[in-house]
């Protein structure tokens, strides 16, 4: 990973610039700049053929000001430190923005899951949750599904941190099977959050979003459910790619179709034979009105950026555009949503999960939606009046709202004085 891509890296930069811009001292930066822990594991894990296998873990947590820290596990060949520290920051910034009870986290193993079986993924799954159980818990931290983790390990790290604690514990993590004490409407949050905030995008835009396009880079979780959302508004999607390929109808996939095709990951949207296939490298410089990354980071840089033609870009994954990609989108007048607003949904509506565990009580779908649509829409009108307020990109708004949110509480908190507060 080049020192210019590194989300570490990258989310320091930006944190200093909205320290400054907001007129603080930069005392407030360092506050913020490195997580307060950060946790490496080994796993072991006994492979299927008699060998032992030692994966390497993470977890960092970032700030616990406004409560337990919290944010998602990623099993990937790419997970590494600095990764794992910048998704943390993300998390807490992404709970200020929405004002959610919470701190930031996130976890992450080495590994390439696709090359486990189901045995391995749960013996692997469940030694990690064994690693970090000292600091972890419903008032500590708690995790959630990420990158090619779902309910079903969320299940098995629940389970192994029961048995460890010799007593149910449903909050400790969220994203769990709705059985085990899972949230309705958790495993569509993230997509249908995204969904609200291009609605929103389209309105300052004045967008009519039956008459909208839409192009989407992923087709997991998120991907798949932003394109089902988007679908029922009358937004016509005109091409998916995921990590194998892409696919391209001109007058809009049949997103149902799709969805039905790629039903709990049978098959990869790419090989749906009833359209043209699309490089990941065209998709991106269609002429639509919305491009949606909902894949990985560092998706949106130097190279990609100067072929968008996109009028709204919405990052449904975390850190997908890079800082020249930022540059190139600005002075092109795209509206980006950025990802620590656009993706809030997840982490939203496993709030409510925990919420719901702690109480014991469990809400109604309709509920849970409602709940979900008046907090993105707080978070997105709080951010709009600041880009007006400080004149500045979305990007930039988004830091400033989840500092701001911060910086109270470290007020609140006695970490600060006056003095920190002026630059």
């Not at 709970?95 to 992450?108: N, Q, R, V």
């Not at 997509?191 to 609200?196: A, D, E, S």
Request: glycine residues 10%.
């Amino acid at each position: 990973m080049t020192h210019g891509h590194n989300p570490y890296e990258i989310v320091k930069g930006l944190l200093k610039e909205s320290v400054e811009t907001l007129g603080l001292h930069e005392n407030i930066y360092h506050l913020l700049k490195k997580p307060m822990r950060v946790f490496e594991v080994s796993i072991p894990v006994r492979m299927d053929d008699g060998r032992i296998e030692n994966f390497t873990g993470y977890r960092s947590q970032h700030m616990d000001i406004l409560g337990p820290t919290k944010g998602g596990i990623r099993f990937h060949p790419d997970v590494n430190l600095d990764e794992v520290k910048a998704l943390s920051i993300w998390m807490s910034l992404k709970s200020a923005i929405i004002d959610l009870p919470l701190g930031g986290g996130k976890g992450g193993v080495i590994v390439d899951p696709d090359q486990l079986s189901e045995n391995e993924l749960e013996l692997l799954s469940r030694n990690y949750i064994k690693k970090i159980t000292p600091i972890i818990g419903p008032q500590k931290d708690i995790p959630a599904p990420d990158v090619n983790t779902n309910p079903k390990v969320m299940g098995w790290m629940v389970d192994e941190f029961d048995q460890l604690r010799g007593y149910n514990i449903p909050g400790m993590l969220t994203g769990k099977p709705v059985v085990l004490g899972g949230s309705l409407g958790r495993l569509q949050a993230t997509g249908r959050g995204v969904v609200f905030t291009i609605r929103e995008a389209c309105k300052v835009l004045g967008i009519e979003m039956t008459e909208a396009t839409a192009a989407i880079q992923g087709f997991g979780n998120v991907g798949s459910m932003t394109a089902k959302f988007l679908h029922e508004l009358g937004v016509k999607i005109v091409a998916v790619t995921d990590a194998k390929g892409g696919i391209y109808k001109e007058g809009g996939l049949d997103i149902p179709d799709l969805l039905a095709f790629t039903k709990n990951g049978e098959n990869y949207a790419s090989s749906y034979e009833k359209a043209e296939p699309i490089t990941n490298e065209k998709m991106f410089s269609l002429p639509v009105d919305i491009l949606i990354p909902a894949a990985i980071e560092n998706q949106v840089t130097e190279n990609t950026a100067p072929t968008i033609q996109a009028k709204i870009l919405a990052e449904a994954a975390n850190g997908p555009t890079t800082p020249a990609g930022d540059q190139i989108l600005e002075e092109k007048g795209i509206f980006v949503i950025p990802d620590i607003l656009c993706n809030a949904g997840g982490v939203t509506v496993s709030y409510f999960e925990w919420v719901q565990n702690n109480m014991n009580y469990y809400w109604k779908v309709d509920e849970i939606n409602k709940q979900l649509e008046e907090k993105m829409l707080t978070g997105f009108e709080k951010v709009i009046q600041m880009k007006e307020e400080k004149g500045c990109r979305m990007r930039d708004a988004a830091y400033m709202v989840g500092i701001s949110h911060l910086v109270k509480a470290m007020d609140a908190r006695g970490w600060i004085g006056e003095k920190d507060l002026e630059s």
